[in-house]
Nanobody, 124 residues
Framework: QVQLVESGGGLVQPGGSLRLSCVAS????????MGWLRQAPGKEREGVAC???????YYSDFVKGRFTISRDNAKNTVYLQMNKMKPEDTAVYYC??????????????????WGQGTQVTVSS
């Protein structure tokens, strides 16, 4: 059974940093694309970043230069380092996975498996 469990969310001040983690179980991370998406209240879910099986990375424009996605296949874990955070980054952040490449799933958001999400709040 595929499971994705996110952690690391919380309250951070504008300009601050957080690192989210997503631990996967029930499958091997190596061939999979792993993504982070977010959903703010009253808004549609949107893709944040994606990392392919070959570790190619893809970012949405609104996080480029601030967020970094990475993966540790040995630990079956994917990370999202968030720096220079803004109030508009406030959302529930979800980890997701799919066997299709990021060039497909990052724009469509149609991942096969999702975690439960972790709340991130950026506020002073």
């Amino acid at each position: 059974q595929v499971q994705l469990v996110e952690s690391g969310g919380g309250l951070v001040q504008p300009g601050g940093s957080l690192r989210l983690s997503c631990v996967a179980s029930g499958f091997t991370l190596d061939p999979a694309s792993m993504g982070w998406l977010r959903q703010a209240p009253g808004k549609e879910r949107e893709g944040v970043a994606c990392i392919s099986s070959d570790s190619s990375t893809y970012y949405s424009d609104f996080v480029k230069g601030r967020f970094t996605i990475s993966r540790d296949n040995a630990k079956n874990t994917v990370y999202l380092q968030m720096n220079k955070m803004k109030p508009e980054d406030t959302a529930v952040y979800y980890c997701a996975t799919d066997l299709f490449d990021c060039t497909v799933v990052h724009t469509s958001g149609r991942y096969d498996y999702w975690g439960q999400g972790t709340q991130v709040t950026v506020s002073s």
